[in-house]
């Protein structure tokens, strides 16, 4: 009894590693398909990266510069912009519908968070000109 035992053990042992080796030689060969490709993919991006830096090197960088503006510079500062608010008398909620934004972005721009876009600045250059009343004159027209 004890040789059926270990004969059909033997047998079992046998054909697992059969199937074993079958299901590892498949993933032997996925897993070098894979590194094949990886190490395609990391050359392509070794030659990419080489042309970037070739062409940023080979073209000199263009600087168009508009001389038919002549406009100011405009300037942002965030602190300056938090003493116009309160030199005006104004909450940041009004603020926001004197220049067409969110209370959170005039938040922001108080905070230095974010900046104004160009067309912002202008609005905020506008309202720097105002006075207390020019500024509630304003916001009744916004609203």
Request: a positive charge; hydrophobic letters at 40%.
């Amino acid at each position: 009894m004890a040789n059926i035992t270990s004969l059909l053990k033997s047998e079992i042992t046998r054909l697992a590693r059969k199937e074993i080796r079958s299901e590892v030689e498949s993933l032997k060969k996925a897993a070098a398909h894979y590194r094949s490709d990886i190490a395609k993919l990391k050359r392509e991006l070794a030659a990419q990266e080489k042309k970037i830096v070739r062409l940023g090197k080979s073209s000199p960088s263009v600087v168009v510069t508009d001389t038919s503006d002549n406009s100011p510079k405009l300037r942002f500062r965030a602190s300056g912009f938090a003493s116009l608010r309160e030199k005006l008398g104004l909450s940041a909620a009004e603020m926001g519908k004197i220049l067409n934004v969110s209370l959170q972005t005039v938040y922001h721009w108080e905070k230095g968070i974010s900046k104004p876009r160009a067309s912002q600045l202008e609005r905020i250059a506008e309202v720097r000109k105002l006075g207390r009343r020019g500024a509630a004159a304003k916001l009744a027209e916004a609203s």
